[in-house]
């Protein structure tokens, strides 16, 4: 879908947004969820988010970069130990929530919640603040690496720094919160997260074969495929705080979207798959839809736990993402920079 396109679908849909313009690229940010709907490097290319073809206002499916909280086994289903498949739910307080836009600029915007919602554990109320700040960025090549600066001339590109802060204002003392961000990326690429040596890998859901999954000395690679479920974590320890999708488009061009964010090795991280309540420590998460919502992928990341009995009710989590679309041989080289990973390595498979 192109930036005209999904802006007409959100106003079809009423969903309100504001676009962020930069030269040669645009970025739709929207109310629900406190999204980023649109990534276009290019304004006449496609979104490198993954949204549904017609948006439902009733559906919370509506794809786009958004901010959740965790863990998901005390906020999606009515007790940790319930049956996921059967109980599971989205908290309204949070998707949709009551986002409210406070400011707004043609290359940065602001929007605010506040959200109720019940913690699964002790069946108590947990009351937050979400603050969703965003600002185009340029790319993050320095005068040092002039050859990249050259490089990144001839792509699309469209760069956004994320600025979320949770304040956990009153709950149980059990209670601790993460923000929780995730991207809806469309299928038919690989999403590879740069690791300190091999990575601590571990499955949430059926096990990741190697059709899917390589687990290599300096990186994870994880196949979107719209085709079969898996979803898998990677720990703090492990993560470089790196990852990205890439993605082959028609006449030898491809797209990238690369984000950085900042893992805490020995912080809390408290997100688990069902089953495995005492084992958190994962930083990312990469999940492969197999159809049944749509077919798409998600790069998911967590900030550290807050809980105001441990001495801290907020945190402010700063990530950057930059998107490119352009001649292969280009996005591989300006995304093996951003991630440290050899080109050859990050040709391989697309």
């Known amino acids: 879908m192109k930036a005209k396109e999904l802006i007409e679908s959100l106003y ?8 962020l313009t930069a030269a040669g690229g645009q970025m739709v940010a929207g109310l629900r969820g406190g999204r980023v709907m649109g990534i276009f490097p290019d304004t006449d290319g496609e979104n490198l988010l993954w949204t549904p073809d017609k948006m439902k206002l009733s559906d ?20 940790p130990d319930a049956d996921w498949a059967a109980t599971y739910f989205i908290p309204e307080s949070v998707d949709p929530g009551a986002y409210q836009f406070t400011a707004k600029h043609e290359t940065w915007c602001r929007c605010v919640n506040t959200a109720d919602i019940r913690h699964g554990g002790t069946g108590e109320t947990c009351t937050v603040n979400i603050e969703t700040a965003l600002s185009l960025t340029a790319p993050p090549f320095g005068r040092e690496e002039s050859n990249l600066s050259a490089t990144a001339r001839r792509v699309g590109f469209i760069g956004y720094t994320l600025e979320n802060r ?32 091999k990575g601590s890998v571990r499955n949430y859901f059926e096990a990741t074969g190697p059709s899917h999954l390589a687990v290599n000395d300096d990186h994870v690679a994880f196949k979107i495929d719209g085709r079969q479920r898996h979803k898998i974590g990677v720990s703090a320890l492990s993560a470089t705080g790196r990852m990205g999708y890439i993605r082959p488009l028609s006449n030898g061009r491809c797209s990238a979207l690369i984000r ?53 009710n907020a945190i402010t989590d700063v990530s950057r993402t930059w998107g490119f679309v352009g001649e292969t041989d280009d996005v591989i080289q300006l995304s093996a920079r951003l991630l440290n990973l050899p080109a050859d390595q990050l040709k391989e498979g697309l």
Do not use: K
């Open 60 to 79: 919370w499916n509506v794809g786009g970069d958004r901010t959740w909280l965790g863990p998901e086994s005390q906020f999606h289903v009515p007790t």
């Open 166 to 197: 949770l304040e956990f204002v009153s709950g149980p003392d059990e209670a601790w919160i993460s923000l929780w961000r995730l991207a809806q990326i469309p299928p038919g690429g690989s999403l590879r997260l740069a690791t300190n040596g």
């Open 12 to 19: 079809t849909a009423g969903m309100e947004n504001h676009v």
């Open 260 to 312: 950085s964010f900042q893992p805490v090795p020995g912080a809390v991280y408290i997100d688990t798959p069902a089953g495995d309540m005492e084992n958190r420590f994962d930083a990312i998460q990469c999940y492969n839809d197999d159809g049944g919502y749509g077919g798409f992928g998600e790069m998911e990341y967590h900030s550290p736990a807050v809980n105001p009995r441990q001495g801290r």
